[in-house]
């Protein structure tokens, strides 16, 4: 069956532009995560849904990150003022359910910010 | 101490091989450990899941858990060239449904 979905592969943004990455979950996966991952390190969590509604947004680093899932399917992850800084590969997850399920990663958005 | 600690490598096998990973973890009350694959430029990729202590074996593949000692391990039997790539440790550390990584070890297999 279909896996998980990101768009735009990639995006180039200029420094405090507004982006916005599309993740597509695997049908049927309840829970949904987005993670953040920079050269040479491990993916770090960003923010959890289970259906519509953020279960976990501790990992958003601050207030210019923000996430949706309003119809607990398809989400979204908006960046405002975006920053050099910001650049990285940002990862979607879908799981049938949480905690301790298996994790399914879709393929990135790869975001550099000039 | 980080949460999830993997030996960053890179860990260079002769192809045939057994490649031995070594991950060790923080929190006593974890219960769900994984194990993925990365090639490079290209997202994490699931290969084992293991929840109880002891080993579980999938084709090649064997992962190992030893809740006591805090320790996760994968075994790869008949080390191929196209196993190399990095390799992420990750873990649901306490109760939480985030996974929380290791830094990946990159694994080498010479022909």
């Known amino acids: 069956g279909a896996g998980v979905s990101q768009t735009p592969s990639n995006k180039v943004t200029e420094k405090g532009k507004y982006v916005e990455l599309r993740c597509d979950p695997i049908?049927?996966?309840?829970?949904l995560y987005w993670y953040r991952q920079s050269l040479g390190q491990g993916p770090e969590f960003l923010i959890y849904?289970?259906?519509?509604?953020?279960?976990?947004d501790s990992g958003l680093p601050n207030d210019r990150f923000f996430a949706v899932r309003p119809e607990g399917s398809v989400s979204t992850l908006k960046i405002q003022r975006t920053e050099r800084g910001d650049s990285a590969v940002y990862l979607c997850?879908?799981?049938?359910?949480?905690?301790?399920?298996?994790?399914?990663f879709g393929p990135g958005t790869r975001l550099t910010v000039t | 101490q980080k949460e999830v600690e993997q030996n960053s490598g890179p860990l260079s096998v002769p192809e045939g091989a057994i490649a031995s990973l070594n991950c060790t973890y923080s929190?006593?009350?974890?219960?769900?450990f994984f194990w993925y694959r990365q090639y490079s430029g290209k997202s994490p990729e699931l290969i084992m899941s293991?929840?109880?202590?002891g080993d579980k074996e999938d084709g090649r593949f064997t992962a190992q858990l030893n809740k006591a000692s805090q320790y996760v391990s994968l075994l790869i039997r008949d080390s191929q060239p196209s196993d190399s790539a990095t390799y992420l440790c990750a873990v649901n550390i306490g109760t939480a449904s985030k996974l929380t990584f290791g830094t990946g070890t990159r694994l080498q297999v010479t022909l």
């Open positions: 049908s049927g996966h309840t829970a």
């Open positions: 929190d006593r009350g974890s219960q769900s």
């Open positions: 849904f289970q259906g519509t509604g953020a279960a976990d």
């Open positions: 293991i929840y109880s202590n």
């Open positions: 997850a879908s799981a049938v359910g949480a905690p301790g399920y298996e994790q399914y």
